[in-house]
C-alpha cells in the first residue's frame, strides 16, 4: 500500500549534475518529513538532506550545504534532490524516506518508509 519509489541514478561526469525523483503511493507526502539518504560502498547510510512539512525546516550534510537541494512538488506528490558539482565521494545508492516527526531526523532507523534506492556514480 505505502511506497517510494526513486528515480534519476546514473553514472556522471565529477563537476556534473542531477536530478533525483520520489515518488509517494499509499502516502500523501506533504504530510511527512522527507529526507534523502545515501549509503556508499562498504559505508554506513548517512543523512544528505531533509525538510519538513511546509519547507519551513531543512538540513544538509557538511558535505553536501550548497551543492544539494531538496525540494517538493505536492500536486505530483513527489520530492527531488538537486545535486550539483558532483564529486566522486557522492557515489552511492540514494534513498528516499519519510517520517511524521522531525524528532531524531538524523536517524535513520527512526523513518518507517523507505525506497528501494537509485544508484549514483560520479566517475573522477
Known amino acids: 500500500q505505502v511506497q517510494l519509489v526513486e528515480s534519476g541514478g546514473a553514472l556522471v561526469q565529477a563537476g556534473g549534475s542531477l536530478r533525483l525523483s520520489c515518488v509517494g503511493s499509499g502516502l500523501a507526502l506533504r504530510n511527512y518529513i522527507m529526507a534523502w539518504f545515501r549509503q556508499g560502498p562498504g559505508k554506513e547510510r548517512e543523512l544528505v538532506a531533509a525538510t519538513n512539512q511546509w519547507r519551513s525546516l531543512s538540513h544538509y550534510a557538511d558535505s553536501v550545504k550548497g551543492r544539494f537541494t531538496i525540494s517538493r512538488d505536492n500536486a505530483k506528490n513527489m520530492v527531488y534532490l538537486e545535486m550539483n558539482s558532483l564529486k566522486p565521494e557522492d557515489t552511492a545508492v540514494y534513498y528516499c524516506?519519510?517520517?511524521?516527526?522531525?524528532?531524531?531526523?538524523?536517524?535513520?532507523?527512526?523513518?518507517?518508509?523507505w525506497g528501494q534506492g537509485t544508484h549514483v556514480t560520479v566517475s573522477s
Open positions: 524516506a519519510a517520517k511524521d516527526s522531525w524528532e531524531s531526523f538524523r536517524d535513520a532507523e527512526t523513518y518507517p518508509n
